[in-house]
């Protein structure tokens, strides 16, 4: 079972390159997050889906785009990175309905911006 | 806003003994979601257990078992018949009920000494 896979596991960009994280899932979820973890804190949510072709803003959107052309992938976009966005980056998915309290998470992506 | 506070920041425990790590929050809200996450160096975040908020009864999955205290905010973990496995960081965290904003703790690293 491949769950929820975030592509690539890391990645080391310059001040104001771009560049898009990848998720995916195969559990046909409605739902799909982005969240960051800093060093000595929780995830914070970064932008959300609740389905194809909607998004929403979490806690910290700014500095971040994403797509979610289709249900199983839901893109997260740098357009000119910050070494403030150096970060460990998650996706997770979740059902709909009363499940979508009960969230998967990837693996993780780690970006440092030099 | 929502906050979870964790205060325990590291704490230990020896094998087969129980530990008890602390979480409380600040909501306005009566309808909610609190959940126990696990997260070990393969930096996987794994769901440890649920909480919701109208139910009286403290959730509990096999060794893992909750002291939800609603009128004092607080949702502490208890982990029985500790095993060197249960070696991870944990995070507390809140959710409103009809809300897609999940609000982290900053995590206690729990190590299980042999």
């Known amino acids: 079972n491949a769950g929820v896979t975030q592509t690539p596991k890391f990645r080391v960009l310059k001040t104001g390159q771009s560049m898009t994280l990848l998720c995916a899932q195969d559990?046909?979820?409605?739902?799909m997050y982005w969240y960051r973890q800093d060093p000595g804190m929780g995830l914070r949510l970064i932008h959300y889906s609740v389905g194809e072709g909607t998004t929403a803003k979490g806690e910290v959107p700014d500095g971040y785009n994403v797509s979610r052309l289709k249900k199983q992938n839901f893109l997260l976009g740098l357009e000119s990175a910050a070494p403030s966005q150096t970060s460990v980056y998650f996706c997770?998915?979740?059902?709909?309905?009363?499940?979508?309290?009960?969230?998967?998470f990837g693996a993780g992506t780690r970006l440092s911006v030099l | 806003a929502q906050t979870v506070t964790q205060s325990q920041p590291e704490m230990s425990v020896q094998e087969a003994e129980t530990v008890t790590l602390s979480c409380t929050y600040d909501t306005s809200e009566n309808n909610y979601y609190l959940f126990w996450y696990k997260q070990p160096p393969s930096r996987q975040m794994i769901l440890v257990i649920r909480?919701?908020?109208?139910?009286?009864q403290n959730a509990t999955e096999n060794r893992f078992s909750v002291n939800f205290q609603k009128a004092a905010k607080s949702f502490s973990l208890k982990i029985s018949d500790s095993q060197l496995g249960d070696t991870a960081m944990y995070f507390c965290?809140?959710?409103?009920?009809?809300?897609?904003?999940?609000?982290f703790g900053a995590g206690t690293r729990l190590t299980v000494k042999p």
């Open positions: 559990m046909n979820h409605e739902y």
């Open positions: 965290a809140f959710m409103k009920r009809n809300n897609n904003d999940m609000r």
């Open positions: 997770a998915s979740s059902y709909g309905g009363q499940d979508k309290n009960i969230q998967y």
């Open positions: 909480q919701e908020a109208y139910k009286q």
